[in-house]
């Protein structure tokens, strides 16, 4: 598959996630069911900062987040963690997603995908060593946390009718 295809699934994938936050209110973003840790505001912060720290370790790509923004929403964190910290905003996540989503089109628009990538990520005996697949396998992520989301969401007794 060429680049450009590659980022095209990126904007799709990408906008899918980003047109689901207008129909997410504050109470619903933070709302926290029994048996859960993480909320559906955590759940978009995750994308935002695994998507960077997934294609700048791997993929060699300049890092978009602070490291604050990387702290606060990193695999094994949760909103318990967060203390006094103010989480972004809902249009603040908005925004970053779109600007990530940017500055990666801008990244690998010099980058060949079949290129090996800075090192291989190894899941269940398979080896994806190209920065091509890694670059996929972080759509598919992303999709399972929009998944997250979305369930989240439309089950929520806050959900307006």
Known sequence: MNAQKLINQLEVIREMTI?????????????MPAGYRNTVRWHLGHIAAFT???LSN?????????????????SGSKPA???QTQ????EELATLLKGQMEHIKSQ???????EKANKPLSLFGTEMDSI?????F????????LGHIKCRTSASPLKQA
């Open 108 to 114: 690998f628009g010099t980058k060949n995908l079949e």
């Open 52 to 54: 960077d720290l997934f």
């Open 138 to 145: 972080s759509f598919y992520h992303e999709g399972q946390h």
């Open 87 to 90: 989480p972004p905003t809902l």
């Open 19 to 31: 047109k689901s936050i207008p129909s997410i209110t504050d109470e619903m973003a933070d709302e």
């Open 81 to 83: 963690d967060w203390g």
């Open 58 to 74: 791997f993929a060699g790509l300049t890092p978009y987040l602070s490291e604050a923004h990387i702290s606060m929403f990193k």
């Open 132 to 136: 091509g697949e890694i670059l996929n």
